[in-house]
């Protein structure tokens, strides 16, 4: 028996004496962040499975995965021998259709742990009639030498990059209460926390977070964490800034003490733990948080900030693109691994670099074609022969946090790879290029970058670009640039906001192509036109060259060429001051007008 | 006292009789159309006020009328001494926010005719806890000299053009119906009875409709309208087609009679009286209509006689360009009356003319700035001088509907002029030329469309395109080309859909440009990609010519030029042949290559 069918069995043994029919384990955690660290890995310790995306159910017979189109192979592999069935999710196959087939006579029991289950799940949950819902935590009881929570420190945002005071920011965030009437404001997301208090943390991955809960009426600040965190200096700055802090357990029992009044909180960032804390006669104000949109669209002194860490990044980027040339032309053994390594050690060299701002992908042919690859210890291909390597990676640095892709040639490359990637490189000037009316929903933008694909009868199964933060996640909402996101008012086009744009084309087994830069919602300063409302552009944030050799020119128009040559003038322009002779004459080479 | 401030007393006696305090009057009737008949032109009747949309609210003391931006200038004059009040709608002044601010401590009793209550607004009015709503009708007792509806006969949509039958069609709907295990089926929108009956009237002016509701299910089609309007042939005839007459007002009775069965209805279409027809015991199932999705995917039949009726209102259109030319150049006396009047002539004579499909829109110059502008013997200008002349236009003709915009120039055109109509030009051939995602909901497209405009500070306030009816409707659901509509799954780009791509520039007291054809989505043949999703492209369906004098070359690029030569050369090769030397000359010289 595999070590996952004995998980199982414990779990079924617990199960069988509480009279639950099903278990539900999720992949979140109690602040539904996208990653998460190994202490919420439940789904992962009781199935083997390590995709980022997935729900186990278990019964007293059966056991299913439920995970979508980008790790069924994965899946399959790693739940082989531990008797759960992997189901491949799509329209048509969901958890929640799979519930409504059970038609008992008797309600059946369904539980799963109320710390980690999203408010709309319980929700939907809820309305199924054959169901009844309770809460139960049975894995921590059995998970032996399970990873604990970090212990790394809470350390402030400095000053000098932080943008205005956590003082002035919570103003903001109370003059947006003020307004809709809440006295009340629970914050759980923690993007937000760390963005309000101008703090940072490292409890995730990739995401200078901390756990923590922020609530705030007109006269508290409440700031629910670990405090063993916050060192004495910390602590005693926070209580100058007026801000009480209080051990993250306590949350819950703050909650319960709340009574006819009201607060606001974002439905969509709550656990139904939480709101089971929350007495009746509370009344709930269910908006987009203020910080929200706050956050997302960057005041003047971030977005110098940025531009600083932009030239930085791209001084990184230009030594490790100029390094990998070399090493390509001598044809030096070079696996996907090694991109990831030194592309972060030219990165590092920055005072201002934290971390990386997600898992780089570096994957050479039919493995760039994977949107999500990352190559690992176990699995990964050597850069060898001819064909395409795509990388795309990032950096948090202090003043800013970078996102681009490249695809860069090795050996020879064909006239096909050519058409692709010179259609990539169209529809992102496309839509980088793009003027749109300020307040649309970002989303409706989308269909301009694939107009030029589609034409192609290409497409890309990822969207166009997503919001990214400043310091703090790459993946930042609410703004969207694609198309499948909802239409409403949260993704609305503010100045100031920070987009990628990254299109691409797959070709299964062969190749990938993903061409991504990072871009600022501006207002048009001097309109030619004033009667037909206002209207935004696109500035392009990430200074790096394209590649020259994989555009086959001919195929781009007298604007595009404008574009793609004003591009890198700029790149040069900015850069080369700052590049080594070797390393510059190599930038201008990449640069020359088209 | 004028006339309306006499009936608003009435009303109001009548309501204090009753204890109302709010009467509500709509701008609709029993099946919620676009357009109505005199007959229930209430609103008209009550406030004077003749514009297309506008909700009348009065109390004892009050009378308010909302209308939106189209009427504002409108509703001013003609409300002048009626004292009733002009309330202009837009997202912060809408008659439901005003009913909000009503904090009485006592519920408010409001009353409206529930046979011309939409289904979705008595929910909203439900939802209102200040509000008590009762179903009146006050306006009926003292209209006197009502207008009548109309007698005019059913017919046949002879068989040559009603393709596939109605017995066909109902099969097809029965199909539907069959999947989602609906056992009834209440149809009550009148372009989907029209459609599915092979049927047409002339009960709306533009709509070759007539009062109606159909009632099916697996062993019934129950029919019920003013059987006056129905010869004894057609009677046979439906009766062998298994379909059973009833009086249009026995639906009412008809509804009562359910009991523990289902009925499938669309939601969006039912009025509130039609609902409470519906017995408790019967499950609602709400759907779009099938026939709806039917309707709107054009069948290969349907499509090549669509062509014909394009061909020969190409025909027409040019003979009545080329008139209006000769005009023009001898510096005739001209109104805009006199184009709805000739370009109407000229259709007319296709023996399979029925009507125009929509109030001919002439507009010269300023008037042309006004997107819904509508010369009439009160209030026209006379085409002379210099500028520009937008007609929109389109006929039912027994073998499809048209609609299409030109815009003329007159005397000389300024430079200003000449970009702004290439700008349109180029936004509408960036749409008509778009290859995109089978199933993408078309709003998404918008962007292509606006895009052009967007990059020189333009937009235009109304949507890119409509759906088009099979002489029927002229605006035909569920599809949109408007950014503006909801996304959902009723809006999904189907193969056989027709739409219209009529962007524009409207400058203020200045002139207006509209450049519409219609298109059809069609399925790519030979594709060169098949891993990519199925798409699809529209094909322009519309035969006639843009105004060569009023492009800019310069501002084509060589694509956009190909299509235009290539457009100009179908429409000349097509029509050419059916015209006479004199307009063949003339169409040679407007389809030049440019």
Not at 23 to 47: A, C, G, Q, W
Not at 325 to 333: A, P, Q, R, V, Y
Request: hydrophobic letters at 40%; charged letters at 25%.
């Amino acid at each position: 028996m595999n070590i996952y069918q004995t998980r199982l069995q414990i779990l079924r043994h617990m199960m069988q004496k509480e009279d639950i029919d099903i278990y539900l384990i999720l992949s979140t955690d109690p602040h539904l962040n996208e990653y998460i660290p190994d202490f919420y890995k439940i789904r992962v310790f009781m199935s083997g499975f390590n995709g980022s995306a997935g729900i186990l159910v278990i019964t007293q017979n059966q056991a299913f995965l439920w995970t979508d189109g980008r790790y069924f192979l994965q899946a399959q592999k790693e739940l082989e021998g531990s008797t759960i069935t992997l189901q491949k999710q799509d329209q048509n196959n969901h958890f929640l259709k799979w519930l409504q087939t059970l038609n008992f006579k008797q309600k059946l029991t369904l539980a799963t742990d109320f710390t980690l289950l999203p408010l709309s799940l319980k929700q939907e949950l809820n309305s199924q009639n054959n169901i009844c819902l309770k809460h139960k935590d049975f894995i921590s009881s059995f998970w032996q030498n399970r990873p604990l929570l970090s212990k790394n420190p809470i350390y402030e945002h400095e000053e000098n990059f932080a943008y205005p005071t956590r003082l002035e920011k919570i103003n903001l965030v109370r003059e947006k209460m003020k307004k809709i009437k809440a006295q009340n404001h629970l914050i759980s997301s923690l993007d937000d926390i760390a963005w309000i208090t101008n703090l940072r943390g490292n409890d995730i991955e990739f995401n200078p977070v901390f756990y923590a809960y922020l609530f705030l009426n007109q006269n508290e600040i409440l700031l629910f964490t670990d405090l063993e965190k916050i060192d004495f200096n910390l602590k005693n700055k926070l209580a100058k800034d007026f801000i009480t802090l209080k051990n993250y357990e306590e949350i819950h029992t703050h909650l319960k003490t709340l009574k006819n009044t009201n607060l606001l909180i974002d439905e969509t960032k709550m656990t139904a733990l939480l709101m089971q804390d929350i007495d009746q006669s509370v009344e709930i104000l269910n908006h987009t948080l203020p910080s929200t949109i706050l956050k997302a669209c960057k005041n003047s002194k971030e977005i110098a900030n940025i531009e600083q860490a932009m030239l930085q990044d791209g001084i990184a980027l230009c030594y490790f693109f100029a390094w990998l040339e070399e090493k390509l032309n001598k044809k030096e053994k070079l696996s996907e691994l090694d991109i990831d390594i030194k592309i972060t050690e030219f990165r590092a060299r920055n005072p201002l670099y934290i971390s990386n701002s997600f898992a780089t992908i570096a994957g050479f042919n039919a493995n760039s074609a994977l949107p999500h690859y990352k190559a690992t210890q176990s699995n990964f291909s050597y850069i060898e022969g001819n064909g395409l390597l795509l990388i795309d990676s990032g950096a948090q640095y202090k003043n800013g946090t970078t996102d681009i892709t490249r695809v860069v040639p090795v050996g020879k490359v064909t006239a096909e790879q050519i058409k692709d990637y010179t259609l990539v490189l169209k529809a992102h000037i496309n839509i980088a290029s793009a003027v749109f009316p300020k307040d649309i929903a970002m989303p409706l933008l989308d269909s301009i970058t694939r107009s030029i694909l589609w034409k192609e009868q290409l497409d890309f199964a990822h969207g166009t670009g997503h919001g990214v933060g400043y310091f703090l996640n790459v993946h930042e909402g609410p703004q969207s640039l694609s198309y499948s996101a909802t239409i409403n008012d949260k993704n609305k086009a503010k100045i100031g906001m920070i987009t990628s744009i990254e299109p691409g084309i797959y070709r299964n087994n062969q190749w990938g192509i993903r061409l991504e830069n990072l871009v600022l919602n501006c207002k048009i300063e001097n309109p030619k036109e004033t009667n037909f409302g206002e209207f935004l552009y696109f500035k392009t944030l990430t200074l790096c060259p394209f590649e020259r050799n994989c555009i086959d020119v001919n195929l781009l128009d007298e604007k595009e060429k404008q574009w793609l040559n004003s591009y890198h003038q700029e790149v040069y322009q900015k850069l080369s001051p700052y590049l080594n002779t070797k390393v510059s004459r190599w930038l201008k080479r990449k640069t020359q007008e088209i």
